[in-house]
């Protein structure tokens, strides 16, 4: 029952962890998954992408999972890798719902993963254990290859298995009691693997960040989760303030070389470790404290679960003794099969029979280095193209082929790294077009460029910079002269700060006016970019002056201090000063500017209705925490259930585990109660009819039942029900029965106070409060969202209903006898009919909703004989442009016509 896996949208112990993974990987088999199958998981950040990793490895199959992030081009060329030779299609893959229209078109089957899909998969019998052999795959991970191909590195069990007994519990000691690592790190990179097997392999809790917390929060969500230990690449912890992570403890840094600067910078407040290791040594070959003395910034580390030699470069058969820098190979049982289908470039990289070695076999790396006296492995850079950016593994050959294939005829692409004045790496291009043409072929050339890279690349692999040169200088020997182009990008990047991208006249940009707003800006600029404030105007862009989507996270931390509203999708969006300034200041506009104070939202004629707030709450109004209007939808729903008492109300009964502590249990719901004002909410009726919501200071406590039968509870929950129908009564309600040796819990809300996502977030605070891990949702105040709604203009709106509903008439069936006839339907039929999971080729640009929309409005049109067709639709709220809308504690439901004129 110990913690396993802590995210945004489950929190799951081990045991619920190993039940969700074995039902699924049940349905696997049943799907026809054999051992040593390939299958692709599309996801993005979910608790649901580990359950689905370790339901592939149950069912005897191997992963390769691929982030939501991934530009569909690339997640096809990887997909296509893996289905089995001779066959042109995949057998079957497993994503998240929002991300079938990806992965369908290229599998036979989509089995979706989240926490409705597994609720709703039918339990199957037992399959028994899957025989797998330690040879068997595991997973595939891909990694840059310089023919445009992406590779697949073919890690097997036994590989994985060595790693995290000896880098996880040995060096590491993440069996210790209380470690929560994060799963911050892309599931590209081999690093996730580190974070999420290391972790739960020995017995830690994986804290899982979303996908807008990982780009925008970091700091906030480790500290909300309580995370212990953390892995980043050093570009990544570079941005980070290490005072900002008051809970971390141990923090791993790998992906790329290591700055004492760096950890000078995070070891006073945490242990630091430096790991090293490509994908195809299983995540790391070598690793060490940079507390122990004999580190320095240039060691790599200690060689573990393996043995890491230097031999000479030209010739792998000559072992260089300690001191002499040569290439690095690696041998152990963390040595992969190899690349998956590539029997060139895994006869080249693993290699066997070495004359100072001949039975054992080695991993070439390609990385250049020696071993010092101690035997610690200290590196010395590369002995061939390929290259890391923030970690993340690229080669040249790659991208400049995919760069060579979108340019003019007879043009030639060169990429490469600058790094201008050590700000950090960035990837850039040079372009040598087939004739002489002036600097705007390029301007005119580098959005279409870019348009065709990001369809087919990483982001990261996209040049920051593309610049038109004469000519590709060369050296003698007939190759590219690298250096010459290293040193012209670095200068050229770094006077690009003083240039303005805009086709627009200098004076007139300086003469503008900046006000104080834009000079914050401006001044969270220059510090992200380390440029001169002067020369930052109003249409300066962010990745012209050298921006990457690093520098863009730290810029959004500075924001964030200045309380703006600043993430770094807006970023990437708007990287224009002047639009980025726009944004921030319409965000502005749809928010208050400070929180609302109490009773903010009351007007002066309803807060003299002072005797009715006594009578219906039995509090004085100067003691409610607060009052404020309803939204339409809590109106109707509770003017239903005056109308039909037990209406609009949702009961759901619970058998709880004998070993469940009643007194703990009675604390969390006491807590829960506390953090979500919605469960403290009364709603009032006053004499003119309006109705008001109030925020009691005290919850209702659990109430406790003793009795000897099922039957004998049943009049209890029915009286919980009609109660709950009048004004001022309690909307939220639990009781505990006591039935012979079980209990019971017995939860009945009304629908004014909550929806899918409230309830979502309230039962995992429960759970939380109740097993005391920190908290992971912070609900945003629901008198936020009704002020929102009170800030939309009334009359465009009521124009705009008015012509789309001008002589409509409600497409009602049955027929009602009479007008303003009340239905109470008393029986319920669920029919479950196939539906595509993805629609044919030729409707891709109708969605799911809308053909449902359409076979809706025909089915009315066809009982009700007309062809003007209005209907009510029920919509989330939950899109509505208003910060934190995610995280409001409340329904955001709203109920809206649809009109169809068939």
């Given amino acids: ?62 992963f390769t999972t691929l982030p939501a992030d991934l530009c569909p081009a690339r997640i096809e060329l990887i997909v296509g890798q893996l289905a089995p030779e001779g066959s042109a299609h995949l057998a079957l893959g497993l994503c998240s719902p929002s991300l079938t229209k990806i992965l369908a078109p290229l599998v036979s089957r989509v089995i979706l993963v989240d926490e409705a899909t597994m609720a709703g998969t039918p339990q199957r019998p037992d399959i028994g254990d899957i025989q797998v052999q330690p040879h068997d795959p595991a997973y595939v991970i891909f990694t840059s290859g310089t023919s445009g191909i992406p590779k697949g590195v073919v890690v097997e069990h036994r590989n994985i298995c060595s790693s995290c007994r000896y880098f996880g519990r040995e060096a590491m000691a993440l069996h210790r009691p209380g470690v929560r690592h ?95 290791g490509p994908a195809e040594c299983t ?33 792998p058969h000559r072992q260089l003794p300690r001191g002499c820098i040569g290439e690095i190979v690696v041998e152990g049982p963390n040595v992969c099969r190899g690349y998956l289908r590539n029997p060139t470039d895994t006869h080249h990289a693993f290699v066997q029979g070495l004359s100072w070695a001949p039975s054992r076999r080695f991993y070439r790396t390609g990385d250049m280095g020696y071993l010092d006296s101690y035997g610690l492995l200290t590196g010395a850079g590369r002995n061939d193209d390929q290259v890391k950016i923030n970690g993340q593994r690229i080669e040249l050959g790659e991208v400049e082929t995919r760069l060579q294939s979108v340019l003019p005829a007879n043009s030639r692409g060169v990429v490469d790294v600058a ?12 372009i040598q077009l087939s004739a002489r043409s002036g600097p705007g072929s390029v301007e005119q050339l580098e959005g279409r460029i870019r348009k065709s890279l990001v369809k087919v690349l990483p982001p990261a692999f996209v040049p920051s910079r593309i610049f038109q040169v004469e000519e590709i200088p060369m050296g003698a020997t007939g190759k590219t002269d690298r ?104 965000s502005e506009l749809l928010q208050p500017s400070q929180p609302l104070s109490q009773f903010h939202l009351l007007c002066d004629e309803s807060s003299s209705h002072t005797l009715i707030w006594t009578q219906q709450t039995g509090y004085d109004l100067d003691d409610l925490e607060d009052v404020f209007p309803v939204t339409a939808y809590q109106k109707a729903t509770f003017l239903d259930s005056l109308r039909t008492p037990g209406t609009c109300v949702l009961q759901t009964r619970y058998r709880l585990p004998e070993t469940l502590n009643l007194q703990q249990f009675h604390h969390a719901w006491q807590q829960v109660c506390q953090r979500f004002p919605c469960l403290r909410t009364r709603l009032i ?21 003793h009795c000897t039968t099922l039957d004998d509870l049943h009049p209890h929950p029915h009286h919980s029900i009609q109660t709950m129908t009048h004004p001022g009564a309690p909307l939220n309600t639990g009781l505990l029965a006591h039935i012979n040796h079980e209990t019971h819990f017995i939860w009945t809300l009304h629908h004014a106070i909550f929806d899918g996502p409230t309830l979502h977030h309230i039962r995992r605070a429960l759970l939380q409060a109740y097993h005391n891990t920190p908290w992971t949702h912070h609900p945003a105040p629901f008198p936020e969202y009704i002020h929102f709604l ?58 799911t909703a809308t053909l449902l929309h359409a076979t809706w409005a025909l089915t009315l049109a066809s009982f009700t004989r007309t062809t003007d067709i209005t209907y009510q639709h029920l919509l989330s709220g939950r899109t509505a442009p208003t910060d934190h809308i995610d995280q409001i504690a409340g329904p955001t439901i709203a109920l809206v016509p649809v009109r169809m004129n068939l």
């Avoid at 799907?31 to 149950?58: C, D, I, N, W």
């Avoid at 122990?292 to 790599?300: C, F, I, L, Q, T």
């Avoid at 790094?419 to 040079?430: E, S």
């Avoid at 008001?692 to 039942?705: C, E, R």
């Fill in 283 to 315: 995540v790391q070959s070598a690793v060490i404290s940079c507390a122990d003395s004999k580190w320095a910034s240039e060691v790599v580390g200690q060689a573990g679960a393996s043995r890491c030699w230097v031999v000479d470069p030209s010739n």
């Fill in 790 to 847: 009170h800030t939309i203009p009334t009359t465009p709106a009521t124009h705009f209903w008015t012509r789309y509903l001008k002589n409509s008439h409600p497409s009602v069936f049955p027929p009602h006898p009479y007008p303003r006839y009340l239905v109470r339907p008393h029986t319920t039929h669920r029919l479950t009919l196939p539906f595509p999971q993805t629609l044919p080729q030729s409707h891709h640009s109708i969605t």
């Fill in 483 to 586: 250096k010459t182009l290293r040193r012209l990008a670095d200068e050229l990047l770094t006077d690009l700060s003083d240039q303005i991208p805009a086709p627009c006249d200098m004076a007139l940009i300086q003469s503008v006016d900046v006000g104080e707003k834009r000079r914050v800006l401006q001044q969270m600029w220059a510090d992200t970019l380390q440029v001169p404030v002067e020369t930052l105007h109003s249409h300066s862009d962010f990745f012209f002056l050298g921006g990457t989507s690093l520098l863009a996270m730290r810029l959004t931390a500075l924001a964030r201090k200045q309380s703006w509203d600043l993430s770094v999708q807006k970023i990437f969006a708007h990287p224009i000063l002047n639009a980025t300034l726009r944004q921030q200041i319409k």
């Fill in 685 to 705: 009726r006053l004499d003119n009819g309006d109705i008001l919501q109030a925020i009691i200071p005290q919850p209702t406590p659990l109430q406790t039942l």
């Fill in 1 to 62: 029952n110990a913690p396993a896996i802590c995210a945004w949208d489950a929190d799951l112990t081990y045991r619920e962890l190993d039940q969700l993974a074995t039902k699924l990987a049940t349905q696997l088999v049943y799907s026809g998954l054999r051992p040593g199958m390939l299958v692709p998981l599309l996801f993005e950040k979910s608790a649901y992408t580990h359950v689905a990793q370790l339901a592939v490895l149950k069912a005897g199959g191997a």
């Fill in 419 to 430: 790094n201008p004045h050590g700000r950090g790496k960035v990837l850039v291009a040079f």
């Fill in 182 to 276: 994060s799963q911050f790190l892309s599931y590209a990179f081999d690093g996730s693997i580190h974070e999420i097997f290391y972790t739960l392999a020995n017995g830690g809790c994986l804290c899982v960040l979303s996908e807008d917390e990982r780009l925008n929060d970091i700091a906030g969500a480790m500290t909300r989760m309580g995370v212990t230990h953390a892995k980043f690449t050093p570009s990544i912890a570079a941005q980070l303030a290490p005072e900002d992570f008051p809970t971390l403890q141990q923090l791993f840094l790998g992906g790329e070389p290591l700055t004492a600067a760096s950890v000078d910078r995070w070891r006073p407040r945490v242990e630091v470790w430096n790991n090293y």
